[in-house]
């Protein structure tokens, strides 16, 4: 047996976020390459092609290079070790597995530069919407700190952050939540391949509160639908989006859901669909009050609805909500939990409404139970008066 791979460093000629060249590990066997990100990234013009380093005119050329020193001594006794110790050599997936495995890094490393490059390499492998969320959450950790090594990620840090995002950036206990328990999954990543050696939220319990749920009462619904038969639109687009809102309201789709749905998500009257952000299958029974909102002619083959955005949705939604004085901020995702707690209240059981909405759980749907509750808890305050 030989040693059949070989490596080089090399830039790639793509900018990353910061409008730097990130600098990748390539290695070659028998006609074919894979690549291995590096936590280097550097202006264009530093790097030597020749040296296949970072030039001395970069001012942390002595830190980039001992990066890239390191890997380099792991990546060769990787080879090494494989040809003096095994039967079989590496193939190249293997050669990056027990590389990225490896806490390969000599001195102080970018947590945020290694989490980025790997979203990179693994594009294909998340949903677009959940990629770019995980790119947007660190650009919001490097709001708070500028540069994010391995080493500062701590419980001190997990609470830090914490506090800023409540106190400086005003987000809610929920919000600041689902930002930690990204930065968790990051952590997790980070742990598996070696860069982290001991769990930072062994102790910290990520809190999860009953958020505000703004939905239509049964009489707004029927206001909003009174205004919508009337017809008397100034824009068609008005019509448009208040028509996919409305059938979302009778049927409980996501604003996602509605982007999918086409004219062969209708079979016997029902509505066929995998949910986009589940997978979940579900069967809806459409109700003639949702059969109204459905265009006599589809938009095109893929979809019933022209949907747009989701910032214009809401922008016409809230324009519309001012029209009627309706006391709610409409968005989108009103329309499924006015679905949820219209349907509790027409006394459908629950087991039934979280079987429509594609809860894989029955407890996501007391939630809306809850507010059914507290709702006539409210109206029942008024005999008091």
């Known amino acids: 047996m030989s040693i059949q791979i070989s490596y080089r460093f090399v830039i790639k000629k793509e900018k990353n976020k910061q409008g730097l060249y990130p600098i990748y590990l390539r290695a070659f066997l028998k006609g074919k390459k894979i690549e291995t990100a590096t936590p280097v990234a550097i202006p264009l013009r530093d790097w030597s092609l020749r040296n296949q380093r970072v030039k001395s005119q970069n001012k942390h050329h002595e830190r980039y290079n001992m990066i890239l020193d390191a890997i380099d001594?792991?990546?060769?006794?990787?080879?090494?070790d494989n040809f003096l110790n095994e039967e079989y050599p590496l193939s190249l997936v293997q050669f990056k597995d027990r590389l990225l495995a490896l806490n390969h890094y000599s001195v102080e490393q970018s947590f945020t530069d290694y989490i980025l490059g790997y979203l990179e390499e693994n594009k294909t492998k998340f949903k677009i919407e959940t990629w770019f969320g995980y790119k947007s959450q660190i650009s919001k950790m490097l709001k708070f700190r500028k540069e994010?090594?391995?080493?500062?990620?701590?419980?001190r840090f997990i609470n830090d952050y914490r506090q800023y995002m409540l106190n400086t950036l005003s987000n809610n206990e929920n919000t600041a939540s689902k930002s930690l328990r990204v930065l968790r999954t990051f952590v997790n990543i980070s742990m598996r391949f070696g860069y982290i050696k001991t769990n930072p939220f062994q102790y910290t319990?990520?809190?999860?509160?009953?958020?505000?749920?703004?939905?239509?009462?049964?009489?707004?619904?029927?206001?909003?639908?009174?205004?919508?038969?009337?017809?008397?639109?100034?824009q068609s687009i008005e019509r448009d989006i208040l028509g996919y809102f409305l059938f979302a309201c009778y049927t409980g789709l996501r604003y996602s859901d509605l982007k999918t749905f086409s004219a062969d998500s209708i079979v016997d009257n029902s509505i066929h669909l995998r949910m986009h952000k589940t997978g979940y299958l579900v069967n809806i029974?459409?109700?003639?009050?949702?059969?109204?909102?459905?265009?006599?002619?589809?938009?095109?083959?893929?979809?019933?609805?022209r949907i747009y955005c989701n910032k214009v949705t809401n922008r016409v939604l809230k324009k519309i909500g001012i029209e009627l004085k309706l006391n709610k901020k409409l968005t989108c995702h009103v329309a499924r939990h006015t679905f949820a707690t219209v349907s509790i209240s027409l006394g459908i059981p629950i087991e039934v409404v979280s079987k429509l909405l594609g809860h894989t759980s029955?407890?996501?749907?007391?939630?809306?139970?809850k507010i059914v509750d507290t709702v006539k808890i409210k109206e029942m305050q008024k005999w008091d008066k």
Not at 148 to 155: H, K
Not at 211 to 228: A, C, H, P, Q, V
Not at 290 to 305: D, E, G, L, Y
Not at 362 to 369: D, E, L, M, S
């Open 73 to 80: 001594k792991k990546s060769i006794k990787l080879l090494v």
């Open 148 to 155: 994010i090594l391995f080493s500062d990620i701590n419980e």
């Open 205 to 234: 319990s990520i809190k999860k509160v009953d958020g505000k749920r703004d939905f239509l009462s049964i009489e707004e619904l029927n206001k909003l639908t009174d205004y919508y038969s009337k017809d008397n639109f100034t």
């Open 285 to 305: 029974p459409l109700s003639k009050k949702a059969k109204m909102f459905i265009p006599v002619t589809p938009f095109n083959n893929n979809c019933v609805f």
């Open 362 to 369: 029955i407890r996501t749907t007391q939630v809306y139970a």
